[in-house]
């Protein structure tokens, strides 16, 4: 029990900080996105940048609302309370997924880095839905242990963007690689390792729980 209130605990940490930088960032000290979009070099097409602000400002939001809704459903706390509020507060995660992965849907032709990283961000558009309507498939069918497992596997795609511009990060300005192959390489990174990073999740919660 010890452990996975320490897990939690770092979670909700990482989960709020994210969430206020991502409303500061987006919304108050960039709204424009002037930094991001000035590497917007090798995008499949140029964005119509007032159409993509937009996009982006329902993203962000979104992404924020997506990321507080799964980190409530996961405090044993709240659930061992009302029941209801978690399964409604799932289907607000659900929505806000959906909606997430849709915008990205719309952004991604234009990723920084061409078709490869547009290709890379669909791929994310297919996984992070899958994992979440898996999640609820299992809770339907009483399936407590596979519900969770499928929820942290989802809800580790919450995580994405702050993965995606650590590792950029890392390789452009750490290591000297170019803006637009960094970005590359970090799509497909962020892939694996928030896979990877979910199945350890996984393994550690159920030898906590025997």
């Not at 108050?28 to 991001?36: K, M, Q, T």
């Not at 329902?58 to 061992?80: E, Q």
């Not at 969770?148 to 750490?174: D, E, K, V």
Request: contains cysteine.
């Amino acid at each position: 029990m010890a452990k996975r209130n320490v897990l939690y605990g770092l979670l909700a940490a990482v989960g709020i900080l994210f969430i206020l930088y991502a409303l500061v960032q987006n919304y108050i000290l960039d709204p424009e996105a002037s930094a991001f979009l000035d590497y917007k070099a090798g995008a499949v097409r140029e964005p119509n940048v007032p159409v993509w602000l937009k996009v982006m400002d329902v993203h962000v939001a979104f992404a924020c609302i997506a990321m507080a809704t799964g980190l409530l459903n996961f405090s044993n706390r709240i659930y061992g309370k009302s029941r209801r509020f978690h399964r409604v507060n799932g289907y607000v995660y659900l929505v806000s997924v959906l909606v997430v992965v849709a915008t990205s849907g719309y952004m991604a032709p234009y990723a920084t880095g061409g078709r490869i990283g547009s290709m890379g961000f669909n791929l994310m558009n297919l996984l992070w839905p899958f994992f979440t309507v898996m999640a609820i498939i299992q809770i339907r069918k009483k399936r407590a242990d596979s519900h969770r497992n499928w929820m942290i596997r989802s809800y580790a795609f919450c995580f994405t963007n702050l993965l995606i511009h650590l590792i950029t990060a890392l390789l452009h300005q750490g290591a000297g690689v170019g803006y637009a192959l960094s970005y590359t390489i970090a799509i497909y990174g962020t892939i694996t390792l928030l896979l990877l990073a979910a199945q350890l999740v996984i393994r550690t919660v159920a030898v906590a729980r025997r």
